[in-house]
Nanobody, 115 residues
Framework: VQLVESGGGLVQPGGSLRLSCAASGFTFSRYAITWYRQAPGKERELVAGITSAGGSTKDANSVKGRFTISRDNAKNTVYLQMNSLKPEDTAVYYC?????????WGQGTQVTVSS
């Protein structure tokens, strides 16, 4: 099982980024995927999750109305569209899946929101 995040970078406040999580090594369409983030000095927190069928299961209050999670099962990829970014969104973003009772994490992608 492998989860590989991409799409992070430096963006100004109010800007947008789209993160991708490319999955391999399991039947992607059968599993929910969740995005987490961890800011310096803070605990890792849930950002948004998506079911195997593509329904959004949970979003952090801090990102509601700004972030949208989606998936393309044909490409084995989950996306996180992030709009109206704020400096407090600065963090390393990780995708996560639990496959047959085992937790898997990607290596993370850095998002920095700064002017």
């Amino acid at each position: 099982v492998q989860l590989v995040e991409s799409g992070g970078g430096l963006v100004q406040p109010g800007g947008s980024l789209r993160l991708s999580c490319a999955a391999s090594g399991f039947t992607f369409s059968r599993y929910a995927i969740t995005w987490y983030r961890q800011a310096p000095g803070k605990e890792r927190e849930l950002v948004a999750g998506i079911t195997s069928a593509g329904g959004s299961t949970k979003d952090a209050n801090s990102v509601k109305g700004r972030f949208t999670i989606s998936r393309d099962n044909a490409k084995n990829t989950v996306y996180l569209q992030m709009n109206s970014l704020k400096p407090e969104d600065t963090a390393v973003y990780y995708c996560y899946a639990q496959i047959v009772g085992t937790d898997y994490w990607g290596q993370g992608t850095q998002v920095t929101v700064s002017s």
